[in-house]
């Protein structure tokens, strides 16, 4: 069983910056692919950003369209530690953030995820 750890959500001003961390912890063995996903209330859950490798911070990475050099993903093995920097915060970015983790190539899609952390939330005020 994998355990993820997200942290590093909060408040901010649009144009603001954040930092979110997942770590990962348990059994957690090999390689595996992190995926960031948002829900804002209402809404769908929604992939955001996904790194194909954690092992290796140059891996694959996908971004959803309306993130798309704002945030970036990336990883530290060292740490078990996956990372989402968000710049130029948007109110629309406001939403509970997830990380997720499976042992295979990444994915966009929320169901083909097998662990999940509990969620922090973004607020972006304007």
């Known amino acids: 069983e994998v355990q993820l750890v997200e942290s590093g959500g909060g408040s901010v001003q649009a144009g603001g910056s954040l930092t979110l961390s997942c770590t990962a912890s348990?059994?957690?063995?090999?390689?595996?692919?992190i995926g960031w996903f948002r829900q804002a209330p209402g809404k769908e859950r929604e992939g955001v950003a996904c790194?194909?490798?954690?092992?290796?911070?140059?891996?694959?990475?996908y971004y959803t369209d309306s993130v798309k050099g704002r945030f970036t993903i990336s990883s530290d093995y060292t740490r078990n530690t996956a990372y989402l920097q968000m710049n130029s915060l948007k109110p629309e970015d406001t939403a509970v953030y997830y990380c997720?983790?499976?042992?295979?190539?990444?994915?966009?899609?929320?169901?083909?995820?097998?662990?999940w952390g509990q969620g922090t939330q973004v607020t972006v005020s304007s």
């Open positions: 348990g059994r957690t063995y090999g390689d595996y692919a």
């Open positions: 997720a983790a499976r042992y295979s190539d990444y994915s966009a899609r929320a169901w083909q995820y097998a662990y």
């Open positions: 790194i194909s490798t954690v092992t290796d911070s140059d891996g694959d990475t």
